[in-house]
Nanobody
Framework: QVQLVESGGGLVQPGGSLRLSCAASGRTLSSYDIGWFRQAPGKERECVAANSRSGGSTYYLDSVKGRFTISRDNAKNTVYLQMNSLKPDDTAVYYC?????????????????WGQGTQVTVSS
């Protein structure tokens, strides 16, 4: 099975950018659909971006479209989430997750493997 480790979170001012990384070990990420999720205090976990293993399907939460980009580097076995024009509402713990089933790309219950999360705080 695959192990996932996120990095790249931190404190950033509104309008700033961060790039989150999700490094995989144990298996190659090219065999998995990958999702980036976030969970803010008191709120449900939501999918902000996801990408199918074939590359044929990509999902973005409406509120991040045009600001966030999910990408993969198969040579590094790593998935990235580039986040631009960050807003205070983007503050949350961000998780990457992986799945091999054919369930819905944007639904958290579809995913079998999760990283530990990385905190993103957008504040002046």
């Amino acid at each position: 099975q695959v192990q996932l480790v996120e990095s790249g979170g931190g404190l950033v001012q509104p309008g700033g950018s961060l790039r989150l990384s999700c490094a995989a070990s144990g298996r190659t990420l090219s065999s998995y659909d990958i999702g980036w999720f976030r969970q803010a205090p008191g709120k449900e976990r939501e999918c902000v971006a996801a990408n199918s293993r074939s590359g044929g399907s990509t999902y973005y939460l409406d509120s991040v479209k045009g600001r966030f980009t999910i990408s993969r580097d198969n040579a590094k076995n790593t998935v990235y989430l580039q986040m631009n024009s960050l807003k205070p509402d983007d503050t949350a713990v961000y998780y990457c997750a992986a799945k091999t089933n054919i369930l819905q790309l944007s639904n958290s219950i579809s995913y079998n493997y999760w990283g530990q999360g990385t905190q993103v705080t957008v504040s002046s």
